[in-house]
């Protein structure tokens, strides 16, 4: 049946044409309704857009195993994939409403509010959702869409059987043209102001980030010593530049905090003065600066998801003190430090960790410079030895003292560990997988890190042969990985390399693979090539 007998059709088309042109006003009327919410979006914030709200709400709801066969897949392009999806997803669904709206016209217009009701319930569902205006730029849109596709089904020419009827052949096919080509050039023009406008947003936050002199820190790191790198070339660099440093993160679109009106306030149990603190009191406070390597736990054993920086910042563990909080060992009563960032991240570290000595970190530099925006300007956390899932809050805004019974932050909603200490692990950086090096020396070397325990001995086997020891770069600090070479006397055919650390306990590598999910992947790297 079709609800639209109303109106005059003046020329009549095969059934396939009027399908095509259907589709192509579904196209149409999904491109408007994208263009004019994410428009809308620019005057909400950025994260109320359907295609980052629908996207970061699948995220929130990603299990662990695909997440991380996300990350495994995709690498740091996993939102960039995601992303292409949903618009995947939307075409395909704007180019099948369009069809059903050349037979029942008014039905095929009210679907493409559908995508309105979805994008405001994941818009609202965040969990840094601000309310019902996040819900905005979804409706708008989809309101947008329909009337758009109601319109332009009802210029559609009419079934052939359907002879043409009235004055002014041809006047729908010119309407229809004229309508579809001005949605399309109104559609882009709203995308590109709202791309134009997006990249403006944020620009209070460049400046203050760009405002930034880090002060010299009180405490510097001793100099690395030269000997830490070992001179092979397709080795890691031993310290990361940002530029390479790898990113793990929900947030679809990167925070753009303004370091002038950034606070930080630390409260809960135990704590018997609460402090809310600002950019400029941390950097009136003694800094610290440190090398620490970063792991996240969803690296593969040899992945890549590990990096080296230079950090500066403030000591959380005093910090702390003054806030009156103690450890567990010491009588506190919370065991969890909960870390909130202003994309609604909760990251959960032991308390006891925190306060144990160790080089427990609010940091505000990285390698020389105010933290990037993807690396959490302008503040972040770091624990040695912690994976990032569960010591590295970025954009950090909220410190909350609880309880592991009482709270499970993001990822341990997730099926992920609620602690988790990061894992002895080396990675063979060269020769890569399937290289044909010649017979004779070749040099094989790379990493091991243990953080926080330090690399006490890397070994490296040669096919099912004995165990035979690295030769150690020198150490930095404990916190830091340590890179180890092996000069290999290499015979022609196939070999299969394969590497071991063992930490200062005395602990060495298990060969026992394991998933990354939930505390972290364990095994040895090994890596074949072909002598030649
Ligand atoms: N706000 C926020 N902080 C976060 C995350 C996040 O998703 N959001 N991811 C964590 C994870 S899993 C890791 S491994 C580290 C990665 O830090 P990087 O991106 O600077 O390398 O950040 C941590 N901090
Ligand atoms: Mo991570």
Redesign the pocket.
């Known amino acids: 049946m079709s609800d639209d007998d109303t109106t005059p059709r003046k020329t009549s088309a095969p059934t396939w044409a009027r399908l095509g042109l259907g589709a192509l006003s579904g196209l149409l009327a999904g491109g408007a309704a994208l263009a004019v919410a994410e428009l809308a979006a620019v005057a909400v914030r950025p994260q109320a857009g359907p295609v980052v709200a629908v996207g970061s709400a699948a995220i929130d709801r990603t299990p662990a195993a695909v997440k991380d066969w996300a990350i495994r897949s995709f690498g740091t392009n996993d939102k960039l994939v995601l992303q292409f999806g949903i618009l995947a997803v939307l075409t395909l669904f704007a180019l099948a409403l369009g069809m059903f709206a050349v037979r029942h016209r008014r039905t095929g217009a009210a679907g493409v509010l559908v995508f309105g009701v979805v994008g405001a319930a994941a818009a609202l569902s965040r969990p840094d959702s601000e309310g019902v205006t996040d819900a905005l730029p979804s409706v708008l849109g989809a309101v947008v869409g329909a009337v758009l596709l109601y319109v332009l089904a009802g210029l559609l020419p009419a079934p052939r059987r359907q002879p043409a009827q009235g004055p002014g052949e041809g006047w729908d096919r010119r309407r229809f043209v004229i309508a579809a080509t001005a949605a399309a050039a109104a559609s882009a023009g709203a995308g590109v102001l709202g791309r134009a406008l997006n990249g403006a947003g944020g620009r209070d936050a460049v400046a203050s980030r760009n405002d930034i002199a880090l002060p010299a820190p009180g405490s510097r790191a001793p100099a690395v010593p030269r000997r830490a790198q070992v001179r092979v070339a397709g080795v890691s660099s031993f310290m990361t530049p940002n530029s390479d ?7 679809l679109v990167v ?1 753009k905090v303004d370091a002038t009106t950034w606070q930080l306030r630390i409260h809960g149990d135990g704590v018997t003065r609460e402090k809310t603190l600002t950019f400029d009191d941390l950097l009136r406070r003694e800094l610290v600066e440190r090398n620490i390597t ?5 690296n593969e054993v040899g992945g890549p ?1 590990v ?1 080296n920086a230079r950090w500066i910042g403030v000591r959380l563990a005093d910090l702390l003190a003054e806030c009156g909080v103690r450890p567990p060992s010491k009588g506190g009563p919370a065991d969890q430090l909960v870390a909130r ?1 202003v ?1 609604g ?1 909760t ?1 959960g570290s032991p308390v006891e960790d925190v306060m144990d000595g160790r080089d427990a970190l609010l940091a505000v530099g990285m390698n020389g410079e105010p933290l990037p925006f ?3 300007f302008p503040v ?1 956390m770091l624990v040695p030895g912690l ?3 569960v010591s ?5 805004e909220d410190i909350e003292l609880t309880t592991f019974d009482s709270y499970d932050p ?2 341990v909603k997730r099926d992920w560990a609620r602690k988790a200490p990061i894992k002895t692990q080396s990675r063979i950086d060269t020769p890569k997988p399937f290289a044909r090096p010649e017979a004779g020396t070749v040099m094989v070397a790379g990493v091991a890190w243990a953080q926080h325990r330090g690399i006490d001995k890397v070994e490296i086997r040669v096919d099912d042969g004995p165990w035979e020891e690295a030769v150690l770069a020198a150490e930095d600090s404990r916190d830091t990985w340590r890179q180890w070479s092996y000069a290999w006397r290499a015979g022609k055919g196939g070999h299969t390399l394969t590497v071991r650390a063992t930490d200062r306990t005395g602990e060495t590598q298990t060969e026992k693979r394991t998933r990354t999910v939930p505390d972290g992947a364990s095994g040895w790297h090994s890596v074949v090539v072909t002598v030649e």
């Open positions: 440093f790898y990113r793990v993160d929900t947030a925070p970063l792991t996240c736990v969803s998801y990096g960032s994309d991240m990251i993807d690396h959490g972040r994976y990032g899932y590295a809050c970025k954009w950090i993001y990822w």
